[in-house]
């Protein structure tokens, strides 16, 4: 995000007037957006998932199916809503959960799926909907990556029965945090906004508080400052085999906790703040332009890098518009192409996704081959909807120079 942005996101989120009009006229115009059901907003995308699965009314021990490579929190928080996580294998080429592995998974037990767009790419919706639809299963979406995402011309988050979006800082609508869940029922949606909790949201500057280390890392890796200020310090921190680095994009995996709010023994989701809601209305009109750019974007770097050796870039599905909010690309050894990435001045960043079927925190532990070879092995390569065509095409010129050299001295 370039520093005039954030400046400006900050002062809207920061007006105190209209305040109890901000989340209703930011909920409005979300809906509009990709034409959601039922949404309910919330101080968080996590707390927002927990809220669902609590609101849901499954017996404990209930079972949902997901791919076995995503983002570990979200299974670990249905573990401990008391419901078990169990994991599919996933598609060897769009990295999304493989829908043929799914049946041999249902049993009794068995009330959820909860596809995953990975990255920005849609999942196989359709034989999803078809498999869960034959065995009277819930199909939730985990949309944390696939705003602006669309299926056979429907967006990412209308395919389901409900759908989990996020608003991080790192997320393509980004609001200083928040989230929000689509529902298609409407008796399960007002379950979820009567089950909010009753305190006042955070304030503004309670949120930027939160957000201190966000606001550093933007300020410091704005051009004409990161090479100058970080980039010297990563390549000193590479060289002395240091992840330090690393560890704000690698969440560590904790046991899971049976811990939970006070009311009812049950999680309390905080609602969405006027600030929150404030910022979210200024990045819904940029949305659409973002969106279109970062596309661009993506799709260049993707075609200039096509034959890149040593890089293997996700394929999206036919029928398909991936949102691609971030662009990965398996590599053999992450460690030495990050760091040669790095002598050529391309800043990468470390997978922070898992194969969950391996994790000893979770119950269900299968043999998930290709989930197995894509954990820690796919690197995200820089493709901001804010780089111009020119300097997308420096990053594929970087990268392909360090990929070739390296291919050349592993031959040697």
């Given at each position: 995000?370039?520093?005039?942005?954030?400046?400006?996101?900050?002062?809207q989120g920061l007006r105190k007037f209209r305040t109890g009009l901000l989340e209703t006229e930011f909920l409005n115009r979300f809906r509009e957006l990709g034409g959601f059901p039922g949404t309910v907003p919330?101080?968080?995308?996590?707390?927002?998932?927990?809220?669902?699965?609590?609101?849901?009314?499954?017996?404990?021990?209930?079972?949902?199916?997901?791919?076995?490579?995503?983002?570990?929190?979200?299974?670990?928080?249905?573990?401990?809503?008391?419901?078990?996580?169990?994991?599919?294998?996933?598609?060897?080429?769009?990295?999304?959960?493989?829908?043929?592995?799914?049946?041999?998974?249902?049993?009794?037990?068995?009330?959820?799926?909860?596809?995953?767009?990975?990255?920005?790419?849609?999942?196989?919706?359709?034989?999803?909907?078809?498999?869960?639809?034959?065995?009277?299963?819930?199909?939730?979406?985990?949309?944390?990556?696939?705003?602006?995402?669309?299926?056979?011309?429907?967006?990412?988050?209308?395919?389901?029965?409900?759908?989990?979006?996020?608003?991080?800082?790192s997320k393509n609508l980004p609001c200083w945090g928040g989230g929000a869940m689509t529902v298609k029922d409407p008796d399960l949606a007002d379950r979820m906004r009567a089950a909010l909790g009753d305190g006042?949201?955070?304030?503004?500057?309670?949120?930027?508080?939160?957000?201190?280390?966000?606001?550093?890392?933007?300020?410091?890796?704005?051009?004409?400052?990161?090479?100058?200020?970080?980039?010297?310090?990563?390549?000193?921190?590479?060289?002395?085999?240091?992840?330090?680095?690393?560890?704000?994009?690698?969440?560590?995996?904790?046991?899971?906790?049976?811990?939970?709010?006070?009311?009812?023994?049950?999680?309390?989701?905080?609602?969405?703040?006027?600030?929150?809601?404030?910022?979210?209305?200024?990045?819904?009109?940029?949305?659409?332009?973002?969106?279109?750019?970062?596309?661009?974007?993506?799709?260049?770097?993707?075609?200039?890098?096509?034959?890149?050796?040593?890089?293997?870039?996700?394929?999206?599905?036919?029928?398909?518009?991936?949102?691609?909010?971030?662009?990965?690309?398996?590599?053999?050894?992450?460690?030495?192409?990050?760091?040669?990435?790095?002598?050529?001045?391309?800043?990468?960043?470390?997978?922070?996704?898992?194969?969950?079927?391996?994790?000893?925190?979770?119950?269900?532990?299968?043999?998930?081959?290709?989930?197995?070879?894509?954990?820690?092995?796919?690197?995200?390569?820089?493709?901001?909807?804010?780089?111009?065509?020119?300097?997308?095409?420096?990053?594929?010129?970087?990268?392909?120079?360090?990929?070739?050299?390296?291919?050349?001295?592993?031959?040697?």
């Amino acid at each position: 995000m370039p520093a005039g942005e954030l400046l400006l996101s900050l002062l809207q989120g920061l007006r105190k007037f209209r305040t109890g009009l901000l989340e209703t006229e930011f909920l409005n115009r979300f809906r509009e957006l990709g034409g959601f059901p039922g949404t309910v907003p919330v101080g968080s995308g996590r707390a927002g998932f927990r809220l669902l699965l609590e609101s849901m009314g499954m017996e404990p021990g209930a079972e949902i199916i997901f791919p076995a490579y995503t983002f570990h929190p979200i299974p670990a928080a249905v573990a401990e809503c008391g419901f078990k996580p169990v994991f599919a294998d996933v598609d060897p080429f769009t990295w999304n959960i493989d829908p043929e592995k799914i049946p041999p998974l249902i049993n009794p037990r068995t009330r959820a799926v909860m596809p995953t767009h990975l990255f920005g790419v849609p999942a196989a919706m359709d034989r999803i909907n078809e498999i869960a639809r034959k065995h009277n299963l819930k199909v939730v979406e985990d949309c944390a990556h696939g705003l602006g995402a669309k299926y056979n011309g429907r967006p990412a988050g209308t395919l389901g029965d409900a759908a989990l979006f996020t608003f991080a800082m790192s997320k393509n609508l980004p609001c200083w945090g928040g989230g929000a869940m689509t529902v298609k029922d409407p008796d399960l949606a007002d379950r979820m906004r009567a089950a909010l909790g009753d305190g006042p949201p955070p304030g503004g500057l309670t949120i930027l508080k939160g957000q201190a280390f966000n606001i550093a890392a933007i300020l410091l890796t704005q051009p004409v400052v990161f090479p100058w200020t970080l980039y010297p310090l990563i390549r000193l921190s590479a060289r002395m085999s240091s992840n330090f680095f690393d560890r704000p994009f690698l969440e560590e995996v904790t046991p899971i906790s049976s811990a939970r709010g006070e009311r009812g023994g049950k999680s309390v989701a905080k609602q969405f703040a006027p600030f929150q809601a404030a910022v979210g209305l200024r990045q819904l009109v940029r949305f659409p332009r973002w969106l279109e750019k970062q596309e661009a974007n993506a799709r260049r770097l993707r075609s200039l890098l096509a034959d890149c050796p040593g890089l293997r870039l996700q394929k999206e599905p036919e029928g398909t518009r991936s949102s691609f909010l971030y662009l990965r690309a398996w590599v053999e050894d992450t460690r030495e192409v990050r760091h040669a990435l790095l002598r050529h001045g391309v800043d990468t960043k470390p997978d922070d996704m898992r194969n969950c079927a391996g994790l000893e925190i979770f119950e269900h532990r299968p043999q998930c081959p290709v989930a197995e070879g894509l954990g820690g092995r796919c690197i995200e390569l820089p493709c901001s909807p804010f780089y111009s065509r020119r300097q997308i095409e420096d990053i594929a010129a970087r990268v392909s120079r360090a990929m070739t050299t390296l291919t050349e001295e592993s031959i040697k």
